[in-house]
T-cell receptor, first 117, second 113 residues
Framework: GAVVSQHPSWVICKSGTSVKIECRSL??????MFWYRQFPKQSLMLMAT?????????EQGVEKDKFLINHASLTLSTLTVTSAHPEDSSFYIC?????????????FGAGSRLTVL | SQKIEQNSEALNIQEGKTATLTCNYT??????LQWYRQDPGRGPVFLLL?????KEKRKERLKVTFDTTLKQSLFHITASQPADSATYLC????????????FGTGTKLQVIP
């Protein structure tokens, strides 16, 4: 079945540093990838939609200069949290879309837990 | 604005019973509706997709219904098992080339042995 690999699974960094999270589709090509964040006991919040070869589409309230998304190939998307602060600490999850008769069915990575000190 | 609502309270049921989870949506005209399962600290896993012209879809012990008039989907797990304990998320999906997938609040199901 479809597999999405996400790295790192957890990261601790100092305030003011940048952190890059990678999301790879291992056995299929993903034209579209989605990035979500999730706070404890809350649902997934869509941050942005990433389309290969074009700029990401950010959801309202998500700072595009803060959360840089690059989707340079059909199997790799990256999320860089720039100048991270403690409030950016969260669980970040990527997903890759496969079209199923017109619908985007998502395969998710295992998630990356970011802790900013 | 668009809204997706699921039972906000956790659902506790006895093993062997049927669990029924509800997903209501507003300001959507979905062509599809998806259900996912999420275990703690993990990414969600796709379970089922139902199209707007389908009333019901089944997969093993799972059954999903989709009522576009009521703007509601029901998700049933029959003969529930403790291993079914997880959070279940619904995602209505509109038609179109670049569909974004947004999720409901999720319902936490606990199956008691």
């Amino acid at each position: 079945g479809a597999v999405v690999s996400q790295h790192p699974s957890w990261v601790i960094c100092k305030s003011g540093t940048s952190v890059k999270i990678e999301c790879r589709s291992l056995d299929f090509q993903a034209t579209t990838m989605f990035w979500y964040r999730q706070f404890p006991k809350q649902s997934l919040m869509l941050m942005a939609t990433s389309n290969e070869g074009s700029k990401a589409t950010y959801e309202q309230g998500v700072e595009k200069d803060k959360f840089l998304i690059n989707h340079a190939s059909l199997t790799l998307s990256t999320l860089t949290v720039t100048s991270a602060h403690p409030e950016d600490s969260s669980f970040y999850i990527c997903s890759a879309a496969q079209g199923l008769s017109g619908a985007n069915v998502l395969t998710f990575g295992a998630g990356s837990r970011l802790t900013v000190l | 604005s668009q809204k997706i609502e699921q039972n906000s309270e956790a659902l506790n049921i006895q093993e062997g019973k049927t669990a029924t989870l509800t997903c209501n949506y507003t300001n959507y005209s979905p062509a599809y509706l998806q259900w996912y399962r999420q275990d703690p600290g993990r990414g969600p896993v796709f379970l089922l997709l139902i199209r707007e012209n389908e009333k019901e879809k089944r997969k093993e012990r799972l059954k999903v219904t989709f009522d576009t008039t009521l703007k509601q989907s029901l998700f049933h797990i029959t003969a529930s098992q403790p291993a079914d304990s997880a959070t279940y998320l619904c995602a209505p999906l509109e038609s179109g080339g670049y569909q974004k997938v947004t999720f409901g609040t999720g319902t936490k199901l606990q199956v008691i042995p």
